[in-house]
């Protein structure tokens, strides 16, 4: 019954952030200056009372309670509103992109957890040389995300897969390396390792299922570093999913599909967050 | 001990780059039209871009304006960040609850993605000095959050402290208390959470110059210098153009090295 109540407030709670998230997404668009700004005023073609018209529904539409009504009302029909740029129901433009970006993250992150592990259980447990060993890991988190992107295309190899892997892979072996030097130096796998237990056993029976609460919470991490990636990963290599969409609305000043893309990002954030916390039964039990 | 050598390597750069601007017969901005995309030569060092352009002198005045931004908004993250966190730990429940809610809705969103919105929101027409300054006035206010979460959970810490129900209990007023024992042992916190901040925003600069919301030009950045490397004409006629993503990682390396070592000390 706790438990219940505990995932029901933790739910309530990651609904309002992302409430929220999608309030201050259109404040923010609300405010920024030529906002309202429609290059059919521009235009000879249209007479002058067409004009004053047109001005005056961008008066009307000025005021934030109409614009947040505007929004509620696309999002209770489903169809996410109307794209500025492209002129089509956002959750169309969404739909596609969607799929393409999730694959490429899934693999990114997969590729990324199996490159950290690889690296960080090795490493973890040599008793000199860590540091000079870790060093590909700490340079690959100096380079940028665009610059590692950008390289890729100009050496051709490579692709969106690759750099969003190494990017995960290095901040995951950063932390599982901390997390397995201390797993494996805990007095009970002394004890362990004394006694002559074999490493296949020590690191799936022991230190894997104790490390469990972190890696959980390291995976909620990749999936936050992965999104954060995306936008200049798939703007540089012209992968054609959200984040690719969410620049161009950005650029764009797209209101409704921009408050649709970050109330996608949010829920990946809140959601992972939301499942990957194990804090959430040992709270409740 | 260990500090001193990237403090020493970091010193030893700054000095480079400014005596290279301040001896450097050419400005940042200075086409030389009868060198367009020139190689490596006594006149230039390093080359030049495809206006023409020293390349050396505007990696160097890149590293100066990239270095002085990152620590002025990094100051003022931690000013927030501080401000923040203690605001809510010494606040009521309640209001601790909606400061930490704030939080989180900053923290909802993948941090590039927020910056880019934000950037890209800004004024359209603006010199490269307000874009600079926007640039690093959008990372400062949006860089907070994380920072803030560690020093609030640190002066919970220290608000549960025995020596600060001494100073309660021995009639020490809020402002004694918080200038002459909180903020003493806060310094400890905010001092890694301050270098923390400064390879994440020079990072976040390149990445936003690279998707062209950084600062603009003709004022050198590391963002705008790293689209240099999208002209394959140029990587076919000097590898200098790899210069500034070279010197890019090797300071991040430095200040990475720095923050790491630092923190254990505090």
Request: proline share 5%.
């Given at each position: ?120 259980l090795p490493i973890a447990s040599l008793r000199g040389g860590r540091v000079l060993c870790s060093l590909p890991f700490t340079v690959l988190l100096a380079i940028p995300t665009a610059a590692m992107a950008t390289a890729c ?133 | ?266």
């Amino acid at each position: 019954m706790k438990l219940v109540g505990t995932i029901a407030v933790r739910a309530g709670r990651t609904l309002l952030l992302l409430l929220a998230a999608a309030l201050g997404t259109i404040l923010l668009v609300r405010f920024a200056p030529g906002y309202f700004s429609d290059p059919r005023e521009m235009d000879a073609k249209y007479s002058a009372v067409a004009r004053t018209e047109m001005q005056a529904e961008t008066g009307r539409s000025r005021l934030v309670n109409r614009i947040l009504l505007d929004e509620a009302e696309s999002w209770l029909k489903g169809d996410f509103g109307e794209s500025r740029q492209y002129h089509i129901p956002v959750v169309k433009l969404i739909g596609g992109r969607a799929r393409v970006s999730v694959i490429l993250l899934a693999k990114s992150i997969l590729m990324g957890w199996l490159l950290a592990l690889c690296a960080a259980l090795p490493i973890a447990s040599l008793r000199g040389g860590r540091v000079l060993c870790s060093l590909p890991f700490t340079v690959l988190l100096a380079i940028p995300t665009a610059a590692m992107a950008t390289a890729c295309i100009v050496s051709d190899s490579g692709g969106p897969v690759l750099v969003l892997s190494l990017l995960v892979g290095a901040r995951d072996f950063k932390f599982l390396r901390s997390l397995l030097e201390g797993a494996w130096r805990s007095p009970h796998l002394l004890q362990a390792r004394a006694q002559g237990l074999p490493t296949r056993a020590l690191v799936f029976q022991h230190i894997l299922p104790n490390a469990a609460p972190q890696l959980y919470a390291l995976a909620t991490l990749s999936i936050v570093t992965a999104l954060g990636a995306l936008v200049p990963v798939e703007v540089i290599f012209t992968v054609p999913g959200v984040g690719q969409l969410g620049w161009s609305a950005v650029m764009n000043r797209d209101l409704p599909v921009l408050v649709a893309v970050s109330f996608l990002m949010a829920c990946v954030v809140g959601v992972a967050g939301l499942f990957t916390s194990r804090s959430l039964t040992s709270e409740a039990v | 001990m260990k500090v001193r050598l990237p403090m020493l390597l970091m010193a030893l750069l700054v000095l480079g780059a400014s005596l290279t601007l301040t001896l450097s017969r050419y400005g940042y901005s200075f086409q030389d039209r009868d060198a367009i995309q020139a190689a490596s030569s006594p006149l230039h060092w390093s080359g030049t871009d495809e206006l023409g352009r020293d390349r050396t002198v505007r990696v160097a005045a890149a590293l100066l304006i990239g270095l002085t931004g990152a620590s002025l908004a990094g100051a003022i993250t931690t000013l927030i960040a501080a401000a923040f966190g203690l605001l809510a730990a010494f606040s009521n429940r309640a209001i601790a609850a909606l400061l930490i809610f704030v939080s989180d809705v900053f923290l909802s969103l993948p941090w590039l993605f927020l910056l880019m919105m934000a950037r890209s929101l800004m004024p359209l027409t603006a010199s490269p000095l307000e874009t600079a300054v926007a640039t690093f006035l959008v990372l400062a206010l949006l860089g907070w959050p994380a920072c803030a979460r560690a020093v609030y959970s640190g002066a919970l810490n220290l608000r549960n402290a025995e020596w600060m129900i001494q100073g309660h209990a021995c009639g020490l007023r809020k402002r004694q208390l918080l200038r002459m024992h909180l903020l003493p042992h806060l310094r400890p916190l905010l001092l890694p959470q301050f270098l923390i901040c400064l390879p994440a925003f020079l990072i976040a600069e390149a990445n936003l110059g690279a998707l062209g919301l950084g600062i603009g030009e003709p004022l050198p950045s590391w963002g705008a210098m790293l689209l240099e490397m999208d002209n394959s004409a140029m990587l076919m006629s000097s590898h200098w153009v790899y210069l500034p993503i070279i010197l890019l990682v090797i300071v991040l390396l430095i200040l990475e090295s720095i923050s790491t070592q630092v923190e254990p000390h505090a």
